[in-house]
């Protein structure tokens, strides 16, 4: 068990620039998320998978932002046109099938768009 | 909507006191809570998980409990160590609000040795 893996754990983009951040779970975890915190906030959910379904969005989650999980394994996580707005800590989860199963966290990826 | 938050926002202590800290939530329909650890810059490490059907959950020096119909969780940590500096994140996950996992904003502890 390696646990969350996230890369890169840091992105410095011109604004208007696309970025992909990608998630890999723990393996076997069905349940994935994506959040995003600012400083000295608590982490905000954007978006949950069930293996390669997308479930639930954020309305957090503009349509500058994709996220994907194909064949159920890794996730990635793509802004576009990036704004200074957009700057912050982007962090993936994950945890296995069960209702009441513990989440793990990733590392994060610290995105900075001058 | 569920809320979160937690109190106090930032503490101080000399190393070997023993603390709390507080998490408060508005809809105590809650499958379970989660208590993390966030040290600056980095991601976030499990610390404990309470069912929403339990009352408490230990491990080593940390203790969580839970009272679901006051809607308040507390994290006790005992015997402090400059090691335990860190912001302490709750979340909860309940039936009200899809699968994701609502956070407070966070208590950020600094234990002085």
């Known amino acids: 068990d390696t646990g969350v893996s996230q890369n890169p754990r840091h992105k410095i983009t011109k604004r208007g620039q696309n970025v992909t951040f990608r998630c890999d779970p723990i393996s076997e975890h069905n349940r994935l998320y994506w959040y995003r915190q600012t400083l000295g906030q608590g982490p905000e959910f954007l978006t949950y998978?069930?293996?390669?379904?997308?479930?639930?969005k954020s309305r957090l989650l503009s349509d500058r932002f994709s996220a994907e999980r194909p064949k159920g394994s890794f996730s990635t996580l793509e802004i576009q046109r990036t704004e200074q707005g957009d700057s912050a800590m982007y962090l993936c989860?994950?945890?296995?099938?069960?209702?009441?199963?513990?989440?793990?966290f990733g590392q994060g990826t610290r995105l900075t768009v001058v | 909507k569920q809320e979160v938050t937690q109190i106090p926002a930032a503490l101080s202590v000399p190393e070997g006191e023993n603390l709390v800290l507080n998490c408060s939530f508005t809809d105590s329909a809650i499958y379970n809570l989660q208590w993390f650890r966030q040290d600056p810059g980095k991601g976030l490490t499990s610390l404990l998980l309470i069912q929403s059907s339990q009352r408490e959950q230990t491990s080593g020096r940390l203790n969580a409990s839970l009272d679901k119909s006051s809607g308040r969780s507390t994290l006790y940590i005992a015997a402090s160590q400059p090691g335990d500096s860190a912001t302490y994140l709750c979340?909860?996950?309940?039936?009200?609000?899809?699968?994701?996992?609502?956070f407070g904003p966070g208590t950020r502890l600094s234990v002085l040795p």
């Open positions: 989860a994950s945890r296995p099938q069960g209702m009441n199963t513990e989440a793990f």
């Open positions: 998978f069930q293996n390669e379904a997308q479930l639930e």
């Open positions: 979340a909860v996950r309940g039936n009200n609000y899809g699968q994701n996992f609502v």
